[in-house]
């Protein structure tokens, strides 16, 4: 019994660690994912949804918040001119429910 709720437990805390506070960096040296923005819905790897509060940031499922410092973020972002320099294209939706991802496949660059 105690092995389960550890296992519980443990695993609820590492959905928590996946919180998506992002912050873009000046250079595509310094970042963790390289982000091109596509014109267009069906073009896009994720839909990502700009939150106003941490915590409705989500694990992992385009739902982004932009944090001040570097220090505070769970991944450095930098945006790219060009589709062929990206690691993961992103169309940005005006509804949270929009938010998520279409190619599962690129999942991993975010976590």
């Known amino acids: ?40 819905e069906s073009q896009a790897d994720l839909c990502v949804y700009k939150v106003d509060y941490s915590s409705q940031a989500g694990r992992n499922d385009g739902k982004w918040f932009w944090v001040d410092y570097e220090s505070q973020s769970d991944k450095k972002i930098y945006f790219v001119d060009y589709e062929s320099q990206s690691d993961l294209k ?22």
């Open 1 to 40: 019994m105690k092995n389960i709720i550890l296992f519980i437990g443990l695993s609820l805390l590492s959905i928590s660690l996946y919180s998506q506070k992002v912050y873009t960096v000046d250079y595509s040296s310094q970042a963790d994912v390289k982000v091109y923005v596509v014109d267009y």
């Open 90 to 111: 992103i169309y940005f939706v005006s509804y949270s429910s929009q938010a998520g991802w279409k190619n599962k496949n690129k999942q991993h660059l975010m976590y």
